[in-house]
């Protein structure tokens, strides 16, 4: 493998990674500060990517304000699905509350499915797509984008996580409820707030990745799915977390399409980089064990 | 969490009744227009049996169960068809090294903390499932396998809907029967114990990891079991029922009909496949609008599950009458 | 005054499970429209099983909307030899297993006389053994040759589409005459990407092609660019795409993105307006075969099947505004047209089972049927029956098919 090749290989990962942060970033939130696994989530990324496309191309909304209204559409559809289907639930279980989110996922991909037909549309790229060249590696502009708002929603939520009272009422909150509550954080304000936040990140991953993957009523179960590996990789606790569970993942499938070792052909990707990824984990949890034990 | 339950004599009437409703079933004067949708019902019971106390033991969400309903149904029709090998056995060998294979992978998984047990989990059912595709020349790749031999008693082949019937609501009557035995022993209060507070648990000498281990083996035996059934039905077997979507279907089937008890099994099994194969046919592309509603309806409505929410019922009938009874 | 409770809820119980069989028993069947008048002849009822949700929503919806369209005229018309045309359809959800217990309910509840589809090959593999022991005549619309090989225990099952080794020849065959000798190969991994590259692997050599890459994604994969970088590590000098048009619409991004140069060439799978639409500028130059359905303006007036393209695609296209025909849609349409040819022939008043198999020989006879994937001779040993000629080496030219003439 040359040296162009490695890094050719290393911009699609990071590329990959970057979509699969971004959605792992929405699941973090809404299981930090509510224990739940949003089976929907790849759903607000995919209405993100088919809102945008209406507003962009068939209503021909200039890209700006397209892009902006389909987020904003996508976070009040998180609203109503925390309002409507996990606030009514009120004393249920996490498992049962989970079990919600998968019955809103199917609700909104077949309502997709209706209203924007079966097939993949691509919503118009934001720069052209000529692709540009990088020590050697070609990146297509889109990829730029989507690295680029990754990067820059990751900083974004991290400060506001931090420095701002909201951000630190939902860090008191996944960090202890009870307590929090004590103290005048109101965990049903909280639940609302993530849940619009991971529709509104969901949605924004899904306007600057659908002119790059495409997208359709049916994109929301595999791009959930890598989005949860990276999250849960991340160990559901912070968004840098979640964006470098992401990343991993994006490399690790990109390097084992590139190992094509015997019979482990890019088939295999998928099960590759999961492996390697649980091999990962065990260890790390196996030094966090121990370090609970001697610390 | 699992209840052992009270063994009032409304519940041998209720198991009475189930059973003599089941028997009554497939015969054609009766529901026997539905055989087949019950014959998935029980195979699919069987796999949410083990879900049930795998999930409602260790509180956790299991995203890969159709693995192991996937690796029994591989390897008895692989053995069955290409190898010739006797379907009973092949089953047996299949439960045997579908429980080995968990007990295997048990230890590690449940070292994870927390929520890992669902990514790996997941990590698990993708992989397998990637296996099933790839590995085709043992598993006929996407295209799958057909060709599956019946299973068969000496000269009696279970060749018909009717007899498979009966085999596979035999094997799901003994599994639930099994189970709920379990869950009145020893082990059953080791892992309420457990569920209750791991910590306490393992300082009155409860050995935590071992117990979440044998729910897993005996989780994966179950759908192991189920799997051969499957394909010994169906005749045919490919990746598709084993995917990660099967897998969230399996869940949605133990949380609906109640991780409380594993007689909900029963209910989440049959309301999911009676939802989805009979009522929402006629629908076209709104069976999954529809379905994705229905779905959150009951959880919202009946967060405990069918099984909970229909013995809540009963009590309530069951206490109006007996003050009716004691004004009269 | 308990114990006395306790009976009567039981036997009211056993009553309840009782009438509750009984009233399902007398119930009427289920079908998709009332029975008709006494007056009128009995209708013809025709199961469809397609997949209109789940992975092969994109090829079974214009399968369902064809033959809805189909059913539509031909009751219009007086049905057929005045019996109308019932059809009933279930979405089989991409998922073979449930497609296995739909065409169960078909046959032994809504009685049907011949099943058409299922649309992909899982599916059409899952109920061979069914529709064999139901001795029901079957017309799947998907890929897989083993549908209808070996014939001798495919009796009762005859398929529409192109085998993939005939795909798979236009395209090497070309190839060979343009010279080309060694090609890279990425494909899907699910059933009709996996079909694509076993032929393609089976059959380069006989073109003195060899493969030098061999890679594969899947279908919902947003990027294979990691693939392609591996192909332009190699001396590939074209490319080929088995899969269908989403992810070959990427696959044509990428290397646009990776400013691959070599020739891509796809499978018949991209056959539909959204490989173009969403490949955008990438789309030119692409080569593919497929049904002459796409370049249907350049087809002569002395091609027999001239103007059944041109009626379907006028029908179609009216009747559902803003979209287009497809060649997916072609093969639902192939499939009927052979059943309902066939109905036409029988003797009428039979007993179901006979019908079903007096069906299945009328479609057996088939000789000559002008349909959109080809021209179809059904006979004993062949139960596709596709005469050569049928598919036509299509380039897309400034996003616009074009019929390469060799």
């Known amino acids: ?295 | 969490m699992m209840s052992a339950g009270l063994k009032s004599k409304w519940a041998y009437l209720a198991v009475a009744a189930l059973l003599a409703f089941l028997i009554l079933v497939p015969f054609d004067w009766f529901l026997g227009r539905y055989t087949t949708l019950m014959i998935f019902i029980g195979i699919y019971a069987i796999v949410t049996v083990g879900l049930c106390l795998l999930m409602g033991y260790t509180g956790q969400v299991s995203l890969g169960q159709a693995a192991f309903f996937g690796i029994g149904a591989y390897m008895s029709a692989i053995l069955s068809k290409t190898y010739g090998v006797n379907p009973w056995l092949a089953m047996f060998i299949a439960a045997v090294m579908t429980g080995a294979f968990a007990y295997i992978i048990g230890y590690p998984i449940f070292r994870l903390r927390g929520n890992y047990l669902a990514m790996a989990t997941l990590g698990l059912g993708l992989i397998v499932w990637v296996l099933f595709r790839e590995l085709s020349h043992f598993t006929g790749g996407p295209d799958g396998m057909a060709g599956i031999p019946y299973l068969s008693l000496g000269g009696f082949v279970f060749d018909s809907a009717f007899r498979r019937y009966f085999l596979v609501w035999f094997f799901c009557m003994a599994v639930l029967l099994i189970s709920q035995n379990i869950v009145r022993s020893r082990t059953g209060r080791a892992l309420r114990a457990i569920h209750g507070s791991e910590a306490a648990s393992e300082s009155i000498g409860i050995n935590v990891a071992q117990f979440k281990v044998k729910i897993l083996v005996l989780s994966a035996v179950y759908a192991s079991i189920a799997g051969s059934l499957f394909v010994h039905h169906l005749r045919f077997v490919s990746p598709q029922p084993f995917d990660f979507l099967a897998s969230v279907k399996l869940v949605v089937m133990a949380v609906i009909g109640g991780l409380a008890s594993v007689w909900g099994a029963i209910f989440g099994a049959g309301a999911t496949r009676i939802l989805s194969d009979e009522i929402l046919l006629r629908f076209g592309q709104w069976d999954i609008i529809i379905y994705g509603l229905i779905l959150m309806l009951v959880m919202i409505f009946m967060p405990e599950g069918l099984f909970v929410k229909l013995k809540e019922v009963f009590n309530r009938l069951r206490l109006r009458y007996r003050q009716k009874g004691a004004e009269s | 005054m308990r114990n006395y409770l306790k009976y009567a809820v039981v036997l009211t119980l056993l009553a309840a499970l009782l009438a509750l069989g009984g009233i399902s028993c007398s119930g009427s069947e289920e079908g998709a429209t009332p029975t008709p008048a006494a007056t009128e002849k009995p209708a013809y009822k025709v199961g469809a099983l397609f997949s209109i949700t789940g992975a092969n929503s994109n090829l079974g919806l214009p399968e369902k909307e064809t033959v809805d369209m189909m059913v539509e005229k031909i009751n219009a018309a007086g049905g057929v030899n005045g019996h109308p045309l019932e059809l009933i359809f279930y979405d089989t959800e991409t998922d073979p297993a449930k497609c296995a217990t739909l065409a169960t309910r078909l046959i032994e509840q809504d009685n049907v006389l011949a099943i058409i589809g299922p649309t992909g090959s899982p599916e059409s593999l899952a109920i061979i053994e069914t529709v064999t022991t139901a001795k029901i005549p079957l017309i799947s619309c998907a890929a897989n040759i083993g549908i209808v090989t070996p014939v001798s225990e495919r009796y009762w099952v005859f398929k529409t589409p192109q085998a993939d080794k005939e795909v798979a020849a236009e395209i090497l065959r070309y190839m060979q005459a343009k010279g080309i000798t060694k090609v890279a190969i990425i494909t899907d991994t699910n059933a009709f990407g996996a079909g694509g590259r076993t032929v393609l692997k089976r059959d380069a050599v006989n073109y003195g092609i060899t493969i030098v890459d061999d890679q594969t994604f899947a279908s919902e994969d947003t990027s294979m660019q990691s693939q392609l970088t591996h192909i332009k590590g190699t001396d590939a000098q074209a490319v080929i795409c088995w899969s269908t048009d989403k992810p070959a619409a990427i696959v044509a991004q990428d290397m646009k993105t990776l400013q691959m140069t070599i020739p891509l060439f796809c499978s018949h799978g991209i056959a539909n307006a959204a490989f173009i639409t969403n490949a955008g500028a990438a789309a030119n130059g692409v080569i593919f075969p497929a049904g002459k359905l796409l370049v249907v303006n350049e087809v002569p007036a002395t091609d027999p099947q001239k103007d059944v393209l041109t009626q379907y695609k006028a029908d179609y296209e009216t009747k559902y505004a803003g979209k287009k025909a497809s060649t997916f849609g072609g093969h639902a349409y192939d499939s009927l047209s052979m059943v309902v040819i066939a109905l036409g022939k029988i003797q009428e008043g039979l007993t179901t089972a006979a019908t079903r198999q007096a069906v299945r020989d009328q479609v057996e006879k088939i000789q000559n049927f002008v349909g959109i994937s080809g021209v179809f001779t059904m006979s004993a040993t062949d139960h596709l029956g596709m005469q050569p000629g049928s598919l036509a080496l299509i380039k897309i030219v400034d996003g616009k098919w074009t019929w390469l003439q060799q």
């Open chain 1, 1 to 295: 493998m040359s040296a162009d090749q490695f890094l050719q290989y290393l911009v699609s990962g990071v590329t990959q990674g970057s979509i699969y942060g971004l959605i792992g970033l929405g699941f973090t939130i809404i299981y930090a500060v509510t224990k739940i696994i949003n089976f929907a989530q790849g759903e607000f990324v995919m209405l993100g990517g088919l809102l945008s496309f209406t507003l962009a191309h068939s209503a021909g909304l200039p890209l700006a304000p397209a892009l902006i209204v389909a987020v904003i559409i996508a976070s009040l559809i998180g609203a109503f699905m925390y309002l409507l289907a996990i606030r009514t639930a009120k004393s249920a279980s996490v498992v049962s509350l989970i079990i919600i989110t998968i019955g809103a996922a199917i609700f909104i991909r077949g309502i997709a499915g209706e209203l924007w037909g079966v097939d993949a549309v691509r919503p118009p790229y934001f720069s052209g797509s000529t692709s540009l060249s990088f020590l050697g590696a070609y990146i297509h502009p889109q990829a730029l984008w989507i690295i680029g708002t990754t990067v820059v929603v990751t900083i974004i939520l991290h400060l506001f996580l931090t420095y701002t009272m909201v951000g630190k009422a939902l860090k008191a909150c996944a960090i202890n409820p009870v307590a929090s509550s004590m103290v005048g954080v109101n965990p049903k304000i909280m639940a609302l707030i993530a849940f619009v936040m991971a529709a509104a990140i969901g949605g924004i991953g899904g306007v600057v990745m659908a002119p790059f993957t495409l997208t359709a009523y049916n994109v929301g179960v595999m791009l959930g799915l890598k989005g949860f590996v990276a999250a849960a990789i991340g160990g559901f606790k912070s968004p840098l977390a979640a964006v470098f569970g992401g990343l991993l993942l994006g490399i690790v499938e990109s390097l084992a399409v590139a190992a094509n070792w015997g019979p482990f052909t890019s088939a295999y990707k998928d099960a590759i980089a999961l492996i390697v990824l649980m091999l990962i984990l065990l260890v790390r949890s196996g030094k966090l064990a121990e370090e609970e034990r001697t610390g």
